[in-house]
């Protein structure tokens, strides 16, 4: 049995309404001035009609149109000025506190991830202290590739240990599937060689304005379903979900229907995981403090080696 079911299509498209027929009424006489005003208001009537028949269901967003820059600024973002800062969980001490206090490490497998702010890693030292995987920010956007991307992910993986890639989202700048495709073109797809996760979508708070970058509840849960599909189309994985509950709450409603094929790796700086988003029953990741014995954040996987091996190759443990 696999480990995470095959994926349903979760949003059917709606069936579209009938459009009505403005059925004219018999000329009795009347002037072309008066048949024209009725043109006119008969035209105005079907335009109405064809508006409500065609707009987005209540409550949808907008659509995410691509910006011309994908650095610059948005409705409700200022400009991309620190990406290299952006990483897993750098936006959550503020919005939540935690991850300066010294914790005891969580059971599970003991791990790490990265970004261009650590630089480049020695991992012949991270594997010596006990590291057994690393997930490595490959991309932000559709503007920005970490500079150290080809050191980290590949200098994990040839000390041993299973690696990763993640995608700093920022869901008001382009579509969920152009951010998609720039991960897989940029190092984030998947390679079945017993040491490759699918990747993760980082998912949190705006580092550059309003928390949920300008989306409804139910446009954001569009735009990661866009994602995530997208990812799956290009590489045959289900790409893991990092986040918060709090955030997940307030940005999708606790929306629980990715639970089903997308792994969930928790972000909570504190001695317990607390209560996860609606849907999933239990944490894969949990990213449990923001330094540590390793560089970058410290996490855990919850289950055995033969498991996390299983994740990378999409096999049953």
């Not at 503020?94 to 206090?101: D, L, Q």
């Not at 890693?121 to 500079?147: D, I, L, M, Q, R």
């Not at 919850?302 to 498991?307: T, V």
Request: proline letters at 8%; one cysteine or more.
């Amino acid at each position: 049995m696999a480990l995470f079911p095959r994926a349903q299509w979760l949003w059917p498209p709606r069936r579209p309404r009938p459009t009505s027929t403005v059925v004219p009424r018999p000329d009795r006489g009347r002037s072309s001035r008066g048949r024209g005003r009725i043109a006119t208001v008969a035209a105005l009537i079907t335009v109405t009609a064809g508006i409500q028949l065609l707009g987005p269901a209540a409550g949808a967003s907008a659509p995410v149109t691509p910006n011309p820059n994908p650095n610059g600024p948005t409705i409700v973002s200022g400009p991309v000025t620190h990406p290299g800062q952006d990483h897993m969980g750098s936006t959550i001490a503020a919005h939540e506190g935690g991850g300066a206090t010294t914790l005891a490490a969580p059971g599970g497998l003991p791990g790490l991830d990265v970004s261009s702010w650590q630089g480049n890693v020695n991992w012949s030292s991270v594997k010596a202290n006990g590291a057994v995987f690393a997930v490595v920010k490959a991309t932000e956007g559709t503007g920005y590739t970490n500079p150290n991307f080809s050191q980290q992910y590949v200098g994990s993986y040839n000390v041993g240990m299973v690696r990763g890639a993640y995608h700093f989202a920022l869901p008001d700048r382009s579509s969920g599937a152009a951010q998609a495709n720039y991960l897989a073109d940029h190092g984030g797809a998947w390679s079945a060689d017993n040491q490759t996760l699918p990747a993760t979508l980082d998912i949190e708070y705006n580092p550059y304005g309003a928390t949920c970058y300008g989306l409804s509840q139910g446009g954001m849960v569009n735009w990661i379903a866009d994602f995530i599909n997208t990812y799956h189309a290009r590489t045959s994985r289900w790409a893991i979900i990092y986040t918060t509950t709090d955030w997940w709450t307030t940005c999708t409603g606790n929306y629980p229907g990715f639970a089903n094929n997308n792994p969930l790796w928790i972000a909570r700086y504190s001695s317990s995981v607390g209560t996860l988003p609606a849907g999933w029953g239990f944490y894969t990741f949990w990213q449990w403090a923001n330094s540590g014995v390793f560089p970058g954040d410290q996490d855990v996987f919850n289950g055995s080696m033969a498991r996390l091996l299983a994740l990378a190759n999409n096999t049953p443990a």
